[in-house]
């Protein structure tokens, strides 16, 4: 019998992600471009960083293949949001962010076990602060999610678009 993953911890993560998937390809482009306030990101940015994140952390921290597989090939360095907001992303480019970095997250929760949080990973090559556990990882990869669902939630709900709603 083979050690248990880590999919059960987060049973609800797949419905979250297609939930936002299915809030985001239905959103206008001047929906996806609405901000809580000036210096706020843009809807789109803030799917975009999340999706890019993903790959940053997954892939690029923790090793993880698939990176190749999105169009954050280079999530090192150019993630929307923190890095560019100058390529607007639009719905259909979210949508596609969303179903390619998703599968990364469903490798992860099939292949890394309760017993394997504790391994410790490096990027010593990066600079001495890049060491985390695995669990610190996943935990915050899962967490980076939801906070921007809900920052998404807010943008739409307070301009009176229905937001997302995560709970079944």
Request: glycine fraction near 6%.
């Amino acid at each position: 019998m083979s050690d248990p993953t880590i999919r059960p911890a987060f049973s609800q993560w797949p419905m979250y992600d297609q939930r936002l998937r299915d809030l985001i390809a239905g959103l206008t482009e001047e929906q996806l471009a609405m901000r809580l306030g000036p210096t706020s990101w843009p809807v789109w940015a803030i799917v975009g960083h999340a999706a890019c994140q993903r790959v940053f952390w997954l892939c690029d921290f923790a090793g993880e293949p698939g990176r190749e597989t999105t169009r954050f090939t280079n999530a090192i360095y150019d993630c929307p949001g923190d890095d560019d907001l100058e390529h607007v992303l639009s719905g259909a480019d979210l949508v596609e962010a969303l179903d390619t970095t998703f599968p990364i997250v469903e490798g992860v929760l099939d292949r890394w076990t309760i017993e394997s949080l504790d391994d410790v990973l490096r990027r010593p090559e990066w600079d001495d602060s890049w060491v985390q556990t695995r669990g610190a990882v996943i935990q915050r990869v899962f967490t980076h999610d939801v906070y921007h669902m809900a920052e998404v939630s807010q943008i739409l709900g307070t301009a009176g678009v229905p937001a997302l709603d995560l709970w079944p």
